[in-house]
């Protein structure tokens, strides 16, 4: 698995192709470069300890809350985390518990 974002986009260039001299505007070469990140991101979040993942998950919850107070008086739409993305529900009870009754459409 390559190591970093750069070179999972280039893995899908071919042998030794360089995702610099592809053309920005052919939209296979960007599809085939997004699918590449999105099966490493997948496989790294995957790789996580309980541990990491829990930290990680927390982390992002801690910035939402702290950056985007306001969203409890919004309608937000989340989903279930699914392949390890980021466990949001407590920031959601979070919001439900300090926004207006309408805040959750469940």
Known sequence: MPSTPAAGAAAVTGAGGDPANE???DP???A?????LR????ARR????EDDYAQRSRLVREHLLANFPRLSALRVGFY???NNEPDLRPALEAWLR???A???AL
């Open 23 to 25: 053309s920005a505007n």
């Open 28 to 30: 296979a070469c960007r």
């Open 32 to 36: 085939a470069r997004r699918r590449a």
């Open 39 to 42: 099966r490493e991101a997948i």
């Open 46 to 49: 995957m790789a996580l300890s």
């Open 80 to 82: 279930w985390p699914m």
């Open 98 to 100: 300090a926004g207006d």
């Open 102 to 104: 309408a805040f959750a």
